[in-house]
């Protein structure tokens, strides 16, 4: 069922750095939150900057209904997404949402989230919504180093938590998809998930893909509208051009053209 | 009881507020945020012969208070469009206008014929001047012979009211209107987007895929004003304004210079609601302003 997609102004609850570049923002509404799909994604207006004239397309990060509290979990890379690091507590944001196609969501089964850099994101609600579905949820975060594993915490909440990192620094070393969960009877899985560095999500899927496992992937890309009216933000699929603004973010990595080579 | 409704040809809008071809779907996308039957017309898509893929990846870059796109006319084709979205659009009791696009004249003929038979599609708006397709589009708006054979035939073919949309990367954008007038367009529409080009230093290469692309948005709007203002000067027909406009305050500038209707693009993307939003400004402006008509304000320009 397609949600009603809306506009409305948040009011910034709270706001949290977790290292130099990377933050989260709480942004509560005075009203019921609208039934939103792990996956969906944002499109934030930024104010007062002159060269951010789009608005920001960002992944939900995770959802508290009970206090109608989306949070964002944003890594500063440019202009806008500087702006939104100075807002201050009661600050209001206007945002469009819930925006595209979530993942799929399996039930009782055993599944794996694999994310990197700011690809992680979407994973905390999704790993949330998985365990709310019973399922049994195995979390395998990657980074340069540990300084790169951020929110560990909150994750653990919701599965068994996998740590790899480049230098060693915390959990296995390596490249995630060197990691041991990958070399020992993949197919216990159900599905695999991943969000991350393009590089990173068709090496996972790649080994899903011989493993015959589903894979689901979220895809970035760039936006002007994130409503399907532009068609800017096309990707190349078995359909051919997509856009990942309404047939994605999350695609099954076998739809994907990039993600077969 | 203010009146804001014009008159395009033979097509009578209950305000002159459109949205701009390419920015608003097939208005479908917009049903969440506003109602689409309060505006005064739609134009959809840019609507080719055969479905086109558009180009490459990326497409869209964003720039200083605008924005480039090459997008390339992706759309599923004029047979599409008529079996599938055609009967979708019915639902809407606004005008909705078909953006006719091409690169051979028999392509636009094959279009424009189509959608004469259609009998909710009041309107055709043909786009003679789209940056991005590699041949035709742009090249019919920019010379005025092949402006004027592509007006005159597609006028034999289509009995509705027949808009012409110019490009503004040419020399003399009047030396165009006035031969596209001659030619039989009921109305001309301008500006579509302006060749621009973005360049990412860190890889030395250019942002979009086909290098160069249109630019849309506020960035444009003094060139667009500036063409719009000379064209309205330049040919009787009724002229649409549209690049850049954000707001009422924008969209009666045009009006100013002589517009008799306005087109809402790239706003659409910033705020959804947007040219609902505009609809209801131009209602208060007239009411603050003790203004009845369109014609108390349009053209009203003091320039000496
Ligand atoms: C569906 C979707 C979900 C996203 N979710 C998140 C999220 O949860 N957290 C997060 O931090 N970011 C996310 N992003 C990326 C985020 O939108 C961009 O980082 C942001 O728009 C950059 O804005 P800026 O003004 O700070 O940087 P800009 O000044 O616009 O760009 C700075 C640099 O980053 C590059 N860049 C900008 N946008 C992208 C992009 N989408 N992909 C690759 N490179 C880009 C630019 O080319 C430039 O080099 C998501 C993007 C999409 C499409
Ligand atoms: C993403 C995008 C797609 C467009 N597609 C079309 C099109 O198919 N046909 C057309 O005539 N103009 C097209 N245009 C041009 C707009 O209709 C308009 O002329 C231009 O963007 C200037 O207006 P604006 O600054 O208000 O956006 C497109 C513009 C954008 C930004
Ligand atoms: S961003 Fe406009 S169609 Fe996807």
Redesign the interface.
Known sequence: MEV????EDFSISNKYFLNAETFVLELKHTNMLPPIAPGQFVEV?VENA??????RPLSIHHVDYENNIISLFVKIVGEGTRKLSLLQIQDKVNM?YPLGRGFTLEHKKKVLLTGGGCGIAPLLYLADKLKENLCEVDILLAGKSSNDILRADAYKKFGHLLITTEDGSLGEKGLIIQHSVFKNNLQKYARIYSCGPERMMQAVARLAKAAKIPSEVSLE????????????????TKN??QCVCTEGPVFDSSELEDFQK | MVDLSVNIGKLRMRNPVMTASGTFGYGFEFDDFIDVDSLGAIIVKGTTREAREGNAYPRMAETPMGMLNAVGLQNKGIDYFVSDIYPRLLKYKTHVIVNVSGSKIEDYLYVAEKLNDLESIPAIELNISCPNVKTGGMAFGTSCDSAAEITKAVRKAYDKTLIVKLSPNVTSVTDIAQVVEDAGADAISLINTIMGMAVDLDSRKPVLSTVTGGLSGPAIKPVALRMVWQVCNAVKVPVIGLGGIMSAKDALEFILCGATAVQIGTANFIDPRISQTIVRDLNTYFEKNNLKSIDDIRGTLITS
């Open positions: 009603r997609k809306l506009i207006a002159p060269h951010t004239f789009l608005r469009i890309n760039t936006m002007a509208c994130g409503i399907g009216a532009c068609l800017c933000c096309v990707v190349n051919g051009h």
